[in-house]
């Protein structure tokens, strides 16, 4: 899948990177002058970049061909959320400490929108989840995401977490909390908890628990077609549940909530600058021997 025919382009910043801001400004100018297409913006990036004549009156996510994102995987992951209902391929910029999932950087950022116009460009779909949370047969939140739907104590107080896979029941977890996280959410949150790293294309969903008091409970890979039910039975104080890191919703005594595979994904642009194995490996120093110190090394 390539892009083809493209009019108009969205950009959308970093809320607090004022470099991102100013490439923001000086990538419309080059859009309008050199490349010749229409730019829009959704309304929080027109305040901040000082253009309210390209806020688009409408939802900036139906009207353009594809979103550039200047800032973190943060960026990315909010774009992603908005973006993938209507199909909208996402170009990241990478401009934050760590940049796992964009494809692009301030110094290559013109060279790769040449590319992207001109159609040399792969469009890669990435699995999202969507969740919900039950109290009383109600259903009291809905919310997408890209990398993972978490359920975490708020006061760093155990919880017990029962979890059904498909329907049966599977296991109940003594722990901090719980990770819910794709194959693109593998080298995010759950890798930092313990959870393994999985190829993005993949079609997984791993469940890695946060400070589990028990050595029986351990990451898991599932396929992507199971459903996730969590039932909270106790706490010691207050829980939250967050996805993408983002969007923290308070759970309940009793609350239930279902992970599933969404019907949406998430088309980034890829422009194959490094594979995936290459990007763990430059930024994880996976695989690589860590010297010691100099004056430090051990006798022979």
């Known amino acids: 899948m390539a892009l083809t025919s493209v009019r108009q382009v969205g950009i959308t910043v970093h809320r607090t990177n004022h470099q991102a801001w100013q490439l923001g400004k000086e990538l419309i100018a080059w859009l309008q002058q050199e490349a010749g297409v229409k730019v829009l913006l959704d309304e929080q990036t027109a305040k901040r970049l000082e253009r309210p004549d390209l806020s688009c009156c409408a939802s900036v996510w139906e009207a353009v061909d594809f979103v550039v994102t200047l800032g973190g995987d ?36 013109y060279a790769d929108l040449r590319r992207a116009l001109a159609g040399d460009v792969r469009i890669e779909e990435r699995m999202m989840i969507e969740a919900e949370v039950w109290r009383n047969g109600t259903c009291v939140h809905t919310n997408l995401g890209l990398n993972d739907a978490v359920v975490k104590s708020a006061t760093s107080s155990l919880l017990n ?51 589990p008091h028990t050595l029986s409970a351990r990451p898991m890979v599932i396929p992507c077609h ?75």
């Open 161 to 211: 977490l029962r979890l059904q896979l498909g329907g049966a029941p599977f296991a109940t977890y003594p722990a901090d909390g719980l990770i819910i996280a794709t194959s693109t959410g593998s080298t995010a949150y759950s890798l930092s908890a313990g959870g393994p790293i999985v190829a993005p294309t993949m079609g997984a969903l791993i469940l890695t628990p946060i400070c």
């Open 74 to 109: 943060g960026t990315i992951l909010s774009a992603a959320r908005m973006a993938a209902p209507n199909g909208v391929p996402v170009l990241g910029v990478y401009m934050g400490r760590f940049g796992f999932i964009a494809e692009s950087h301030p110094s290559t950022l």
């Open 226 to 300: 199971d459903v996730i039910e969590i039932h909270i039975e106790d706490s010691g104080g207050d829980v939250l549940f967050k996805m993408d890191g983002v969007d923290p919703f308070p759970i309940q005594h009793n609350d239930r909530v279902v992970v599933r595979r969404s019907q949406f994904v998430t088309k980034l642009i890829v422009l194959d600058h490094a594979t995936f194995y290459q990007k763990v490996r430059a930024r994880y120093l996976y695989g690589e021997r860590l010297d010691e110190p100099d004056g430090l090394d051990p006798e022979p």
